[in-house]
């Protein structure tokens, strides 16, 4: 599968940093899904869990306060007030 470059920051420093295939989480017009070749765009992100789908299939699922996300042809940065796994 594709993966694309993702980023989740807070103040205390990146959560995560690395390759991911799908980032879900709710935007402000709703759930949404982030994949490799994802159109570039901005939305804020409301408090919802986030789950990072990695290339050997596994998951990983973490909480956010909300906050903001961003895509662009080169990676997918979520920048929150707090992250943490769960």
Do not use: Q
Request: glycine share 12%; charged share 25%.
């Amino acid at each position: 599968m594709s993966t694309f470059k993702l980023v989740v920051s807070t103040p205390d420093g990146n959560k995560f940093k690395g390759d991911a295939v799908k980032l879900s989480l709710r935007g402000s017009e709703g759930d949404l899904a982030v994949l490799a070749g994802h159109i570039p765009f901005i939305t804020s992100v409301k408090p919802c869990d986030c789950r990072i789908e990695l290339e050997d299939g596994s998951e990983k699922v973490g909480h956010t306060d909300g906050g903001l996300l961003t895509v662009s042809n080169e990676s997918t940065t979520l920048l929150s007030g707090s992250f943490s796994w769960k």
